[in-house]
């Protein structure tokens, strides 16, 4: 039962503290690309203390016909011991000035009894500024919301920037969350560095690290306090001008809970 209880509040932190506020950070450049980029591929993590093998599926497709305005489409599937459940997204870039960009999106889960490893509904708004003292530099603020139904939901704040020198891209990014019932407060941050160009190729690491703090709700309530640490490499490789391939190993460790070490592999077409 301790298992199965945590694995679902687990399920809720991990949206909660990251993407996870979607990045812009892999975002395919707008240099000269074609109208459409499809791109679809799947994931697997082995993770310790009983949480056996995590699997799942994803897919994107991204309309770039317009520069001012770019629609995402999203899908998630994701297995873990007994439970199996879908999520299906938008997001887009919204170009407003020569220095001024935004992106916005939402998610939403059909509602299930049991675990839930992806929110029922989720928003999220970011704004990105360019710096006129340095036109490499990008200034970054946002906010998101998420709720996995009844009392348990939360709000994210995030602030962070992006650098561009030279074949690089730099992003940093900083996250405060308020997580219900009982407004418990965490936050946590990342960076990451990415090399390459628009094209041909670009390979780079992600480092990250933060606390989560939040009370879920049960027969009896169930205080959580986390700290945890991430790290992922990536390259993504275009084979020729219309598609290509990404992969990516991750290690992640939440201390008191788990270890995951997990591994991602998708192709991508453009045209």
Do not use: C
Not at 6 to 25: D, M, N, R, S, Y
Not at 119 to 138: E, H, I, M, S, T
Not at 210 to 225: D, F, M, Q, W
Request: glycine residues 12%; without cysteine; hydrophobic residues 35%.
């Amino acid at each position: 039962m301790r298992g199965t209880l945590l694995l679902t509040v687990l399920a809720a932190a991990a949206w909660g503290q990251t993407k996870e506020t979607p990045a812009t950070f892999e975002r395919p450049g707008y240099e000269s690309p074609l109208p459409v980029l499809l791109e679809a591929g799947t994931y697997h993590s082995g993770v310790t203390n009983g949480y056996g093998y995590w699997r799942g599926a994803d897919a994107a497709l991204w309309l770039r016909h317009n520069p001012r305005f770019t629609p995402v489409f999203l899908f998630n599937s994701q297995t873990r011991p007994g439970v199996t459940q879908q999520s299906l997204g938008f997001f887009s870039f919204a170009n407003w000035s020569k220095s001024f960009y935004t992106t916005q999106g939402f998610s939403f889960t059909p509602e299930r009894k049991g675990i839930s490893l992806f929110p029922q509904q989720r928003f999220d708004v970011k704004g990105f500024y360019k710096a006129p003292f340095n036109r490499q530099l990008v200034l970054a603020a946002g906010y998101s919301h998420f709720s996995f139904g009844g009392l348990t939901k939360g709000h994210i704040y995030n602030t962070g920037f992006i650098y561009y020198p030279r074949k690089m891209i730099v992003e940093g990014n900083y996250f405060l969350n308020r997580n219900q019932p009982d407004n418990r407060i965490s936050s946590s941050g990342s960076l990451a560095v990415q090399r390459g160009q628009e094209g041909r190729y670009w390979a780079g690491v992600v480092v990250g690290g933060g606390k989560e703090v939040y009370t879920y709700i049960a027969t009896t309530p169930l205080e959580v306090n986390l700290d945890s640490v991430s790290t992922q490499i990536f390259f993504r490789k275009w084979l020729n001008r219309h598609y290509g391939y990404y992969v990516s190993l991750d290690h992640q460790t939440k201390f008191g809970a788990f270890s995951r070490t997990g591994m991602t592999g998708r192709m991508f077409f453009e045209f």
